[in-house]
């Protein structure tokens, strides 16, 4: 789930976050703050089909990462929610595969788990390509040899590749690069003691190639390079800054590959066959912030998305409904705008869109979207005796469903009343209940049903 005001504040609370940065605030005098991308900021995202497959579907990761097993046909079991296949789900995607923040190693293995999935149950599977600006969450990788690491590009950095034996520089003040040629090669520095601009600019105005900043703590981060910036500058982890240390060390050539101010991500989307009309479409989004493997959010909705895709596929595939899980919506709710933008120009828009976002967690299920949709879930809620609130979305909230309400879609949103440790590396599947979780699930269910023999 998008959230501005939280992840402020989350920063505070604990000191492994993320580090999102904007140059209108350096209070830590190393050009880092914890604002993430504003979901209502005035940007576009087209979307572009691919055919799995064709080379420019993301179906591998980065060597780093690990790879999971996809839910496996022939048998599909009963044709009900089961709160215990949403929860291997949500293992499989946030301690398997991890953090997966757009475009990065993690998001890749995420999108193909869940094609892969979906088309197991008998799916016709399309992975949807789309281009987007205004992503403060460059995911680029820095490779040594056959092994890469996932690197976050440092705002005011351009995109583009460079490559170059590496020299350590230790915290790049001036008097660190003293004695040190780096015309042409790439710099290795550690974070801390001055802002990360200036380090930037001693390197390049050095002729140094690129710059790579290393961490001081285990997570990922994304510093502030300020302006004028000419050469390719990221930010890895501790851990994977100790890889490259060593491959430094030994010798090795350093690639970086930096995304411009354009970025990539797709959508999965499940249909009952080719070319199929999604009358009612059911879906929430796969990817995560950075450093967080995203438990809640929103390895549990996608989880419920495809529990969902599983129950409803095992007595037949209901034809009318799809199912979709998002790319970019913690960058700004990217993926969704960029599927309800073509649906609408293709007039394929759905009846009714449902969005699952952190559905694993609390009490109570918040009830969110169209008046009508709204008190229609209540009244299901109550038959099943599971407690629901019709709520409003708080202001410095976004989710996917805002999308569709835009392109004048009925919507439902179900989430769980408990923010838990979301937008945090603590964000761990130990923080999910099983109980919420299947709570969550069963009314999700119930509602698809009503909304198939309505609308499909």
């Given at each position: 789930?998008?959230?501005?005001?939280?992840?402020?504040?989350?920063?505070?609370?604990?000191?492994?976050?993320?580090?999102?940065?904007s140059?209108?605030?350096?209070?830590?005098?190393t050009g880092?703050?914890?604002?993430?991308?504003?979901?209502?900021?005035?940007?576009?995202?087209?979307?572009?089909?691919?055919?799995?497959?064709?080379?420019?579907?993301?179906?591998?990761?980065?060597?780093t990462?690990?790879?999971?097993?996809?839910?496996?046909?022939?048998?599909l079991?009963a044709?009900?929610?089961?709160?215990a296949n949403a929860?291997?789900?949500?293992?499989?995607?946030?301690?398997?595969?991890?953090?997966?923040?757009?475009?990065?190693?993690?998001?890749r293995a995420a999108?193909?788990?869940?094609?892969?999935?979906?088309?197991?149950?008998?799916?016709?599977v399309e992975?949807?390509?789309?281009?987007?600006?205004g992503?403060?969450?460059?995911?680029?990788?820095?490779?040594?040899?056959?092994e890469?690491?996932?690197?976050?590009?440092?705002?005011?950095?351009?995109?583009?590749?460079?490559?170059?034996?590496?020299v350590?520089?230790g915290l790049?003040?001036?008097?660190?690069?003293?004695?040190?040629?780096?015309?042409?090669k790439?710099?290795?520095?550690?974070?801390?003691?001055?802002?990360?601009?200036?380090?930037?600019?001693?390197?390049?105005?050095?002729g140094?190639?690129?710059?790579?900043?290393?961490?001081?703590?285990?997570?990922?981060f994304?510093?502030?390079g300020?302006?004028?910036?000419?050469?390719?500058?990221?930010?890895?982890?501790?851990e994977?800054?100790?890889?490259?240390?060593?491959?430094?060390?030994?010798?090795?050539?350093?690639?970086?590959?930096v995304?411009?101010?354009?970025?990539?991500s797709?959508n999965?989307?499940?249909?009952?066959?080719?070319?199929?009309?999604?009358?009612?479409?059911v879906?929430?989004?796969?990817?995560?912030?950075?450093?967080?493997?995203?438990?809640?959010?929103n390895a549990?909705?996608?989880?419920?998305?495809?529990?969902l895709?599983?129950?409803?596929?095992?007595?037949?595939?209901d034809?009318?409904?799809?199912?979709?899980?998002f790319?970019?919506?913690?960058?700004?709710?990217?993926?969704?705008?960029?599927?309800?933008?073509?649906?609408?120009?293709?007039?394929?828009?759905?009846?009714?869109?449902?969005?699952?976002?952190?559905?694993?967690?609390?009490?109570a299920?918040?009830?969110i979207?169209?008046?009508?949709?709204?008190?229609?879930?209540?009244?299901?809620?109550?038959?099943?005796d599971?407690?629901?609130?019709?709520?409003?979305?708080?202001?410095?909230?976004?989710?996917?469903?805002?999308?569709?309400?835009?392109?004048?879609?009925?919507?439902?949103?179900?989430?769980?009343?408990?923010?838990?440790k979301?937008?945090?590396?603590?964000?761990?599947?130990d923080?999910?209940?099983?109980?919420?979780?299947?709570?969550c699930?069963?009314?999700?269910?119930?509602m698809?049903?009503?909304f198939?023999?309505?609308?499909?």
């Amino acid at each position: 789930m998008v959230n501005i005001r939280a992840l402020v504040l989350a920063a505070v609370l604990s000191a492994a976050l993320l580090s999102a940065c904007s140059d209108k605030d350096d209070s830590t005098g190393t050009g880092e703050t914890a604002t993430p991308a504003d979901s209502t900021a005035s940007t576009t995202a087209t979307g572009t089909a691919t055919t799995p497959g064709n080379g420019s579907t993301p179906t591998s990761a980065a060597t780093t990462q690990a790879t999971a097993t996809p839910t496996a046909k022939p048998s599909l079991g009963a044709a009900e929610h089961i709160g215990a296949n949403a929860f291997e789900h949500i293992r499989q995607l946030s301690e398997v595969i991890g953090t997966r923040e757009a475009g990065g190693a993690g998001d890749r293995a995420a999108i193909e788990y869940i094609r892969a999935t979906f088309a197991g149950y008998g799916y016709d599977v399309e992975v949807m390509e789309f281009e987007y600006e205004g992503d403060r969450f460059r995911a680029g990788s820095v490779s040594a040899g056959q092994e890469a690491f996932d690197s976050f590009t440092m705002n005011g950095s351009p995109g583009g590749s460079a490559s170059g034996t590496a020299v350590y520089v230790g915290l790049a003040r001036e008097e660190d690069f003293a004695g040190k040629d780096v015309r042409g090669k790439v710099v290795l520095a550690d974070r801390g003691d001055i802002p990360f601009a200036q380090k930037i600019q001693s390197a390049q105005s050095r002729g140094a190639v690129a710059i790579i900043v290393i961490n001081n703590a285990a997570d990922d981060f994304i510093g502030n390079g300020g302006e004028g910036v000419t050469i390719p500058a990221v930010g890895v982890s501790q851990e994977s800054g100790a890889a490259l240390m060593a491959a430094a060390a030994s010798g090795a050539e350093l690639t970086l590959e930096v995304p411009g101010i354009r970025s990539t991500s797709w959508n999965v989307i499940a249909r009952p066959a080719p070319g199929a009309t999604c009358s009612v479409l059911v879906g929430g989004h796969h990817d995560s912030v950075a450093s967080a493997p995203g438990a809640l959010d929103n390895a549990s909705g996608t989880a419920t998305t495809l529990e969902l895709a599983r129950a409803f596929a095992a007595d037949g595939i209901d034809a009318g409904l799809c199912f979709v899980t998002f790319g970019a919506e913690e960058s700004g709710l990217f993926g969704s705008d960029a599927l309800a933008e073509r649906m609408a120009g293709e007039g394929t828009l759905p009846e009714v869109f449902l969005n699952l976002d952190m559905t694993g967690l609390g009490d109570a299920i918040q009830l969110i979207g169209s008046a009508e949709l709204v008190q229609q879930a209540d009244s299901v809620a109550e038959e099943l005796d599971i407690e629901a609130l019709p709520h409003e979305l708080a202001g410095f909230l976004g989710s996917d469903h805002q999308s569709f309400r835009e392109e004048g879609v009925p919507v439902l949103f179900l989430t769980t009343d408990d923010l838990g440790k979301f937008h945090t590396p603590e964000d761990t599947i130990d923080t999910i209940d099983p109980d919420d979780l299947e709570r969550c699930g069963d009314l999700a269910y119930a509602m698809v049903k009503e909304f198939v023999a309505t609308f499909a």
